[in-house]
């Protein structure tokens, strides 16, 4: 008996899923519970990253791949990525996320064009900061909220990896809220 | 006929225009930048050289490069494919003084037509209904802009002078946003076509986009090959053609052939091209901008009028007369198309990049698939995020958007973030099967519900069995592995 405890790979609730071998007639067989769900089912792999489920007669072809921290599972079409959840600390870490923003960081790759912040320099919701192009398209970094820029971690004409920080902003002093 | 033909580009079309060359027994060449050396596109073809470099600037927009391979590797003639240098008239000049056919239109017809604003007045006089309220001039100021947007009346489109493809184009909805739209618009336009000129035009309420396929030879020929309804669009790109347009009755469709045929005439047109129109509620339309290639989703025609439109190009370069008349071609059947890029619908489709872990295609009947990419392709930044087309033959609308799903659910793509899920939940939208399209639908209806937290049970147990290292994955074992369960011994296996 294993249990694993799963969420969507950025966040999201935290699923338990628990595996318990059974004699099954088709490959591996597990009796799997999530939640009040219980499922009979049998894994077979067919190929690298290649396999299907048996749940009862229903057949699930599915492909599987990891980067070592994400598992990347595809069923019919659309790609699901989960990540083993690090517990309930880990958990109360991520819940203090989101109010106020401490950086902005790249949502694609591409080249930086225009840096329209200095260090030091106060700016509003919604201001532009920092516009990028990928692939041909120019895309608007705006300012998640009010606030001050601590550093700019870039340079016009840059190529940038997607998630790199672009900016860094400061603490929010007081009377500066996030809207 | 040609014995040898370079292809100046990259990725699906390559291996497409290469299919019909070795069919006609003619030796088809690719050319390919640094990154695309392991490309597809380059193992499609028959003999394959370098380019030296690995922007689009270094590379496939190099015309000068491309005719000195092409005179060296001994080609008769150049494909453009669609987007790089295939609507540049210069390239086409050159490539004529260089003794090497250039498979499209003259490059006096290129130039005409590439001129988005001489092309609107040419046709105007000509009977083609034009987009209302048109002004602006090619090479204005900004203040003569806002000049002229002023008496448009807001919300106006600007959009690249030298333009195709959606790049350079921008909807403005006020005059205050006019002189960065601009500054936006221009710098693309610069990138993309190395032209920076701007036009501005009427921004039609929730018009459909509806294009016919004509094709003339340098015997005075000149056909359409009926239309392509090309509304859904993202970011101003289609991702979703179809054949017949669900809104055309045969009276329409009719009218509009006629137009589409008389604005070929007037430009004297050769070789493939397309006509763009604008339909509104009312089924009035208004003739948008020709565009002097074969089109990225010339595919959905192909399957309904069953002709090779690239062999039809090849023919007419070639001095012979059009494979097809007017009175033979028929539309027979739907046909769809899918345009699956590597992007994330989730955030706004901003591109993805990386190395596709999975690939598997789906087949059957009716079921077309033109790729650009395999197992093991890099994405990369450098070029259009476009991976493959899947296009869809039927004997009616919906049996070709029935088969459209199942091929959706079945094709693999996995390591770059891409849209196939998307596209399924937009085909089984209830507006889009009772055809009621505009361009501007995906802002409109939310097609694409945040999945986020519906993870489906089986989606939940593969990730849980591969985390306990009990199915077999591709990539380095995940996190948790270390946490391995009492049958630890069963783990690492395959099938059995």
């Given at each position: 008996m294993a249990t694993i405890s799963l969420r969507s790979a950025g966040g999201g609730e935290t699923v338990?899923?628990?595996?318990?071998?059974?004699?099954?007639?088709?490959?591996?067989?597990?009796?799997i519970v999530i939640a009040d769900r219980r499922v009979e089912v049998a894994v077979e792999s067919l190929a690298d990253g290649a396999g299907r489920l048996w749940i009862r007669g229903r057949q699930v072809p599915f492909y599987l791949s990891t980067d070592g921290r994400r598992i990347a599972v595809w069923l019919r079409g659309q790609t699901y990525e989960l990540e083993v959840s690090r517990g309930a600390a880990l958990r109360a870490a991520g819940g203090l996320h989101g109010v106020m923003q401490r950086a902005l960081t790249a949502p694609m790759p591409g080249t930086i064009l225009q840096i329209h912040v200095r260090a030091g320099e106060a700016f509003q919701a919604h201001q532009a900061l920092v516009v990028m192009e990928s692939m041909k398209m120019e895309m608007t970094l705006s300012a998640p909220h009010a606030g001050r820029v601590s550093?700019?971690?870039?340079?016009?004409g840059q190529l940038v990896e997607m998630g790199a920080t672009l900016a860094r902003f400061e603490e929010p002093e007081d009377g500066i809220t996030a809207e | 006929m040609f014995r040898k033909v370079l292809i100046a580009n990259r990725g699906e079309i390559v291996a497409r225009v290469a299919q019909t060359l070795q069919q006609m027994g003619i030796v088809a060449v690719a050319v390919y930048s640094e990154p695309d050396r392991r490309s597809p596109h380059v193992a499609a073809c028959d003999e394959a050289y370098s380019l030296d470099g690995r922007t689009s600037a270094e590379t496939y927009l190099r015309g000068d490069k491309i005719i000195d391979i092409a005179r060296s590797c001994g080609a008769d003639a150049i494909h453009p494919g669609y987007g790089f240098l295939s609507e540049n008239a210069e390239f086409a000049e050159a490539c004529g003084k260089a003794g090497v056919k250039f498979i499209g239109p003259s490059p006096k017809v290129i130039r005409g037509l590439g001129d988005k604003v001489a092309a609107k007045e040419m046709f105007a006089a000509a009977g083609v209904p034009v987009v209302p309220g048109w002004s602006g001039k090619a090479d204005a100021k900004i203040e003569d802009i806002k000049k002229h947007a002023a008496t448009i009346g807001f919300p106006v489109l600007i959009k690249a002078t030298a333009g195709g493809g959606g790049k350079g184009i921008r909807v403005v909805e006020n005059v205050d946003q006019l002189a960065a739209g601009i500054e936006a618009a221009r710098r693309e336009a610069e990138a993309a076509f190395g032209d920076g000129r701007v036009f501005i035009e009427r921004y039609v309420e929730r018009p459909r986009h509806v294009e016919f396929q004509v094709f003339g030879d340098e015997h005075?020929?000149?056909?359409?090959l009926f239309e392509r309804e090309c509304s859904i669009q993202r970011r101003h790109q289609k991702i979703i053609e179809e054949s017949p347009s669900p809104a055309l009755n045969p009276a329409l469709r009719e009218r509009m052939g006629q137009a589409a045929v008389t604005a070929a005439r007037v430009a004297g047109y050769t070789n493939a091209g397309t006509v763009e129109f604008l339909v509104d509620a009312s089924g009035d339309f208004y003739f948008l901008e020709v565009n002097t290639r074969l089109q990225v989703e010339?595919?959905?025609?192909?399957?309904?009028v069953h002709h090779d439109l690239v062999r039809a190009q090849v023919l007419v370069a070639a001095g012979q007369r059009l494979p097809f008349e007017q009175e033979s071609l028929r539309q027979d059947g739907h046909a769809i198309e899918c345009r699956i890029y590597a992007e994330d619908?989730?955030?706004?489709?901003v591109p993805s990049t990386g190395t596709i872990e999975h690939y598997a295609a789906?087949?059957?009947?009716?079921?077309?698939?033109?790729s650009g990419v395999l197992e093991g392709s890099e994405v990369s930044v450098y070029y259009d995020p476009m991976l493959a087309k899947l296009i869809l033959a039927g004997r009616t609308r919906m049996e070709a958007i029935d088969r459209a799903i199942w091929a959706l659910e079945r094709f693999v793509i996995m390591g770059v973030k891409n849209n196939v899920a998307f596209l399924r939940d937009l085909l089984m939208h209830d507006r889009f099967r009772s055809g009621e399209l505009h361009t501007g639908y995906l802002e409109e209806h939310r097609v694409c519900d945040d999945r986020d937290g519906q993870i489906p049970d089986e989606a939940l147990i593969v990730a849980a069995l591969a985390a306990q290292g009990l199915a077999h994955h591709s990539g380095e074992p995940a996190a948790g592995t270390h946490d391995l369960g009492p049958w630890e011994a069963a783990g690492r296996w395959r099938a059995f």
């Open positions: 338990e899923v628990r595996l318990e071998r059974t004699a099954g007639s088709l490959g591996q067989a597990y009796h550093e700019v971690s870039c340079r016009v | 005075g020929n000149v056909v359409h010339h595919p959905v025609t192909e399957m309904v619908p989730s955030r706004q489709f789906p087949a059957g009947p009716g079921i077309r698939v033109d």
